[in-house]
């Protein structure tokens, strides 16, 4: 595999469900970003680790939780979320103080019933 | 703060007619440009960047100069294809080393 993938790259979830975003980068890069993409609105960012530790939280709701175990590897665990969380979620990777350009994955496209 | 202001689409064209889509920025110090390409059901492609004032990224065709007098970064293709379709984003990496989009812009080329 190359370059960032995620999965599930479609989703279905009720409002009662858990369930968890999986993103993996093959870039060798130390930075992993959270991004929401919704229909006519900007692409807002909702979390970014650089060197694993979480730097920015963007005032996310707590029924997003993110986890980060290594450098290769982001999560996204969802839980009692509402209709108008679902979207297509991005993820992203960068080389932090390095070239710095940061490449995505094909997203997921959740929906939330 | 920062922000990126990109031309309101839709942009509907002719194949092989020439296209910009223009881009202006917002930011303080000196911000690396880029676009973004995102082709339907799918996630974002870098197109091209610029990290410095004059310089220009190009691929597949598109180009794009650093204006900083201007603070521009306008996209220009001079013969556009059907596959070119997709929604193309501006965004600037800024000091706090995260990147502010543009709302994009939805390019439709027709045969």
């Known amino acids: 595999e190359t370059g960032v993938t995620q999965t599930p790259r479609h989703l279905v979830m009720g409002m009662t469900n858990k369930k968890s975003l999986k993103c993996e980068q093959h870039?060798?890069?130390?930075?992993m970003y959270w991004y929401k993409q919704s229909a006519k609105k900007p692409l807002e960012l909702m979390f970014v680790?650089?060197?694993?530790?979480?730097?920015e939280n963007n005032s996310v709701p707590s029924r997003f939780s993110p986890e980060c175990p290594n450098s290769s590897h982001l999560f996204l665990h969802l839980h009692t979320l509402q209709p108008e969380d679902s979207a297509l979620y991005l993820c992203?990777?960068?080389?932090?103080?390095?070239?710095?350009?940061?490449?995505f994955g094909p997203g997921t496209r959740l929906l939330v019933l | 703060g920062n922000s990126v202001t990109q031309m309101e689409g839709p942009v509907t064209l002719s194949e092989e007619a020439f296209l910009t889509i223009n881009c202006t920025y917002t930011?303080?110090?000196?911000?690396?440009l880029f676009w973004y390409v995102q082709y339907p059901g799918e996630g974002l492609q870098l197109l091209l960047k610029?990290?410095?004032?004059?310089d220009k990224g190009s691929n597949k065709g598109f180009e794009a100069t650093y204006r900083k007098e201007t603070t521009s970064f306008h996209l220009e293709k001079g013969s556009v294809q059907v596959s070119d379709s997709a929604v193309y984003f501006c965004?600037?990496?800024?000091?706090?080393?995260?990147?502010?989009f543009g709302s994009g812009t939805q390019l439709t080329v027709l045969p």
């Open positions: 992203a990777s960068s080389q932090v103080q390095g070239e710095e350009t940061q490449y």
């Open positions: 930011a303080t110090g000196y911000p690396s």
């Open positions: 610029a990290t410095k004032a004059d």
């Open positions: 870039l060798g890069h130390n930075a």
């Open positions: 680790y650089s060197l694993e530790e979480r730097v």
């Open positions: 965004a600037l990496l800024g000091s706090a080393r995260q990147l502010t």
